[in-house]
């Protein structure tokens, strides 16, 4: 079954005289997907998120959203989405409510109080509706302002770097917040973020782009587990196993051993086949631990 295309780039590039920021980047963003946009500094992701808002005009290619061309189509497509680029602005001597009731006024959204009572909710602000936005923390800013990206009702939000300056426990409470919105709401979640353990716990597909170009796309679950990754065995006899793997064709897979846990370098098919090899040695495997992490493939990609 085909899915509904949300965002498509084809081919998209964008030059500033000799400097070429953008180069031919293709990618897909999917109805219903929280879709991670990752790459280095100076990568090209922010310059693709203008030309995606219209922001910018690219120097050649073709930006389709909703299946409509951008540049014929740019009202009647820009009116689904929302945006938070960069960090956030308010005025800072009003309310929260009072900065909602401008831009929805400016935007003619309709029943606007109910509205701005319906955003602020999902965000975790309403009991601070009514305070100063100078009164607010870095976490209920950026909140903030993804209720300003929500409140004409969008299909879909482009969100750029949504945890910056964050602390830990506002990094938890953002991604709470955009599973929320994508699950409960079934709005399509584009975010463009540098923290990769963020886009790894959250993001079902994304595109790692490198110096203007797309190096990968695809599911995130499954490029994690292309090529080689550290896989931890959870064993009752580690000395043994040492013994039985060192012994066998697996020793080349052999990374260390520390207490319980017994460490290889596999594939993700080579994992079963170590299992069952380990079993068939009678011996007791409580659990399987892959170790990549998004970090090592990004690296591993970006360095490529």
Do not use: C, W
């Not at 079954?1 to 963003?29: F, G």
């Not at 800072?92 to 909710?121: C, F, H, M, P």
């Amino acid at each position: 079954m085909n899915k509904e295309t949300y965002i498509e780039l084809i081919s998209v590039s964008k030059h500033y005289k000799k400097l070429r920021a953008v180069a031919e980047l293709s990618m897909k963003v999917y109805k219903g997907d929280i879709y991670g946009f990752l790459g280095p500094n100076g990568a090209g992701k922010s310059t693709s998120i203008r030309m995606m808002l219209s922001l910018i005009s690219p120097t050649s290619g073709e930006i389709k959203l909703f299946g409509k061309d951008l540049a014929h189509n740019r009202y009647q497509t820009l009116s689904r989405i929302g945006a938070l680029i960069e960090k956030p602005d308010f005025y800072n001597y009003l309310s929260a409510r009072k900065n909602l009731q401008i831009l929805g006024k400016i935007s003619k959204v309709e029943n606007l109080s109910l509205r701005i009572d319906e955003t602020l909710d999902l965000v975790g602000l309403l009991d601070r509706g009514n305070s100063k936005v100078k009164s607010y923390s870095q976490g209920m800013r950026q909140r903030l302002g993804i209720a300003q990206s929500l409140l004409h009702n969008p299909d879909l939000i482009i969100l750029d770097e949504p945890a910056n300056g964050l602390d830990p426990q506002g990094q938890k409470e953002m991604r709470q917040l955009i599973r929320d919105i994508n699950r409960e709401k079934g709005i399509t979640v584009l975010i463009s973020s540098h923290i990769l353990n963020e886009i790894e716990q959250i993001a079902n597909r994304m595109v790692i782009i490198d110096k203007g170009k797309s190096v990968v796309e695809g599911d995130v679950q499954e490029l994690l587990n292309e090529g080689e990754m550290k896989v931890s065995f959870f064993v009752s006899n580690p000395s043994k196993v040492l013994q039985t793997i060192q012994s066998s064709t697996f020793a080349k897979h052999y990374v260390d051993s520390v207490e319980d846990k017994i460490t290889l370098t596999l594939t993700h098919e080579q994992v079963p086949e170590i299992t069952r090899f380990l079993v068939e040695k009678n011996i007791e495997v409580f659990a399987i631990k892959p170790l990549r992490s998004l970090e090592e493939y990004f690296l591993t990609i970006t360095k490529a």
